[in-house]
């Protein structure tokens, strides 16, 4: 608990710039479908506004063409399809804003409630209060194939007499609604490119950061490889971890090389070494010991007792016999022992003492 406490307290600014990092990388994204839908409705909008204006001006054609036609006994099959076709469009075109209105998915302020904003809703109440006369005398029209010539008189009369104004109607709304699609679109931007400049500061903050602990890391690795390198290379004794694999691991104190009277590789095996230097039954019984102390459940201290490896007599041609003795202790991980920590003693004085006063 008290690492974990630790690590989420070295950590814990950086984890928490990460984890706003992600926080405004996923509003980005999230803001720009928004932005998108918001952009398409707006344009679905303004195509609306603007089918209003050209299908008025259509109907209002196709009416003036029945009417010279039911005036010459023409047939009016074309006429006919064009205000059938005609009036439903524009009944289609204002249903959909009227949806829009209502939905909410207006052209209007950012955050709005309600749907459109009230200067939009009236344009549009009156685009339809102004429309609902025409479309009063249209409907009749399309009801039978064969219209009479009254019917046909009035309606078109009625067109060329309002329609004018509705198109005017129909522009202010298309203006209005391109003027405030224009201005959502910018404050969206705006709200867009601000939440890609704080996202691009907290992370050029998170690689800064991650490169300053980076730095401090190393300084302290550095320091501490110092610290061990000095102590290694000052102290008499041989030092080396022996792993579980029987390599040499890769550090050992440098007075290790004139008591083995040769250089000591990092990974070279610990049984190879000791072949060298003991007889092969000393060498089984060595590594029966060491096999021992490996064992999780037994104390290196309760095994001092089986060490063979005392008074080890080493000799090379540059001088005369060495006696070593070696040490070991258990480094555990977890409660498991990772390694063996061997001291090595050069007790050649005491020996030489010891048998002189023997004799």
Same mark, same amino acid.
């Given at each position: ?23 405004? !990388? ?57 205000? %059938? ?49 025409? !479309? ?41 609604? &391109? ?43 550095? %320091? ?10 000052? $102290? ?17 104190? =440098? ?55 005392? &008074? ?18 258990? $480094?555990?991980? =977890? ?10 003693? !050069?007790?050649?004085?005491? $020996? ?8």
């Amino acid at each position: 608990n008290r690492q974990a406490y630790g690590w989420s307290g070295k950590y814990r600014d950086l984890v928490i710039a990460i984890g706003l990092f992600l926080v405004l !990388d996923l509003g980005v994204l999230g803001f720009t479908v928004y932005t998108s839908r918001q952009i398409e409705s707006d344009t679905a909008q303004l195509n609306a506004g603007g089918d209003l204006r050209m299908y008025s001006q259509q109907l209002t054609k196709a009416l003036l063409t029945l009417q010279g036609e039911t005036a010459a006994g023409l047939p009016n099959q074309t006429s006919m399809a064009q205000i %059938a076709e005609s009036h439903e469009a524009f009944r289609a075109a204002l249903l959909r804003l009227k949806q829009a209105a209502a939905s909410g998915h207006w052209a209007g302020g950012l955050g709005e409630q309600g749907g459109a904003d009230a200067e939009t809703r009236e344009l549009l109440h009156k685009v339809e209060a102004y429309w609902e006369p025409m !479309d009063e005398v249209v409907a009749p029209l399309r009801a039978t194939p064969d219209p009479s010539a009254e019917h046909v008189e009035i309606a078109a009369t009625k067109f060329v007499a309002r329609n004018l104004r509705l198109m005017y109607l129909a522009d202010d709304l298309s203006q209005h609604l &391109e003027t405030t699609a224009i201005s959502r679109a910018s404050l969206l931007r705006r709200i867009q490119f601000t939440a890609i400049v704080l996202a691009l500061l907290n992370f050029v903050f998170i690689v800064l950061k991650f490169v300053r602990r980076l730095r401090e890391s190393d300084r302290a690795a550095e %320091a501490a490889r110092q610290e061990v390198a000095q102590i290694l290379d000052t $102290v008499h004794e041989g030092l080396f971890l022996v792993t579980r694999d029987g390599h040499i691991g890769g550090q050992h104190s =440098a007075s290790l090389d004139a008591l083995f009277g040769r250089p000591l590789r990092p990974g070279e095996s610990f049984r190879e070494l000791l072949r060298t230097l003991v007889s092969p039954e000393e060498l089984e019984t060595a590594r029966q010991y060491i096999d021992l102390l490996f064992n999780d459940k037994i104390k290196a201290s309760l095994m001092e007792q089986l060490n063979h490896l005392k &008074e080890v007599e080493v000799t090379s041609p540059q001088r005369h016999s060495m006696y070593l003795d070696f040490e070991f202790e258990q $480094v555990r991980e =977890a409660g498991k022992v990772s390694a063996l920590l061997v001291t090595v003693f !050069d007790i050649s004085d005491r $020996v030489r003492l010891s048998r002189a006063l023997a004799g």
